[in-house]
């Protein structure tokens, strides 16, 4: 596996792998992996013959109360990892080659962008949408690799790819959860043993609105409802959202029809966690 810190390193690489008739993957992570990044390298070896990861804490999606100084860095292990899955390349740049000396020019997907998560973390998908389209450009990938779990994240990817006419392709894979049925998320690290027992609730609020659609419940104030009584039962948690949305354009949807996306986030102590289903 080979370790590559630069831009024109990287361009290199993905440039002879396709003179050779490789397709290139691309997974972009800020590390700190586990079985849902993975789940995105198989997906990635399944579909494309020679594959990257990159490993980069992009500092821009960050707010300035955010995680960022303590996002968890675990370099050693997911080089480990993904050696043993059979990961070509691992780009992991310093922060000063993504972001030159000087840099002003951002990447924002106007609308979408301060929705959902972005309405409670105002610079986050503008972060999102500069860093990714710098991968883009860095390692020209054929393919791109995201989880579903980060579903708003994807719809702003979409539009971002459409609108700028980027010759790459979205491949997003479903979320990979505990057995329990927690979603997993790099930051569940942080969850003391009575929050990972709490954030439970979200996963389970999901089950709760999945089987009133199934009973035939489709109105979207109703669903939340659902949703909302099975937060109520953990009462030390703060909802940041609770959401039926259009997954395209992420604005609200009236009626749970196929296609939309039921989304919920929450404070569990100290730690944001998200989680969704699609409907249909």
């Known amino acids: 596996m080979q370790i590559i810190r630069t831009v024109a390193e990287l361009r290199r690489w993905s440039r002879a792998a396709r003179q050779s008739g490789q397709s290139v993957g691309l997974i972009p992570t800020m590390g700190a992996l586990h079985e849902g990044h993975l789940s995105l390298v198989r997906a990635a070896k399944a579909g494309c013959r020679a594959v990257a990861v990159s490993i980069f804490v992009n500092p821009t999606q960050f707010g300035p109360n955010e995680d960022f100084s303590t996002y968890p860095r675990t370099w050693d292990a997911d080089c ?61 990938p054929d393919c791109a690799y995201f989880g579903q779990k980060d579903a708003a994240q994807v719809a702003v990817l979409r ?41 439970l609730v979200l996963s389970g609020a ?36 609770i959401a039926l949305v259009d997954w395209t354009t992420l604005e609200p949807a009236e009626l749970a029809v196929p296609g939309t996306l039921f989304a919920v986030a929450a404070w569990v102590g100290a730690t944001r966690l998200i989680d969704n289903f699609i409907v249909g």
């Open 206 to 241: 999901l089950n709760a609105v999945q089987a009133a659609i199934d009973s035939g419940e489709r109105r979207a104030d109703a669903l939340i409802g659902v949703a909302l009584a099975s937060f109520a039962a953990e009462p030390a948690i703060k909802v940041d959202y």
């Open 159 to 199: 539009r971002m790819t459409a609108d700028l006419d980027l010759p790459v392709e979205l491949v997003v894979s479903p979320i990979v959860r505990e057995a329990d049925g927690l979603a997993l998320s790099s930051r569940n690290r942080y969850l003391s043993a009575d929050e990972r027992r709490q954030a």
């Open 80 to 140: 480990a990892l993904l050696e043993a899955v059979g990961v070509d390349v691992v780009f992991a740049p310093p922060s000063e080659e993504i972001y030159r000396p000087g840099a002003r020019t951002f990447v924002e997907v106007e609308g979408l962008s301060d929705r959902l998560d972005g309405a409670s973390r105002p610079v986050h998908f503008r972060g999102v949408a500069t860093v990714v389209a710098k991968l883009f450009i860095a390692a020209e």
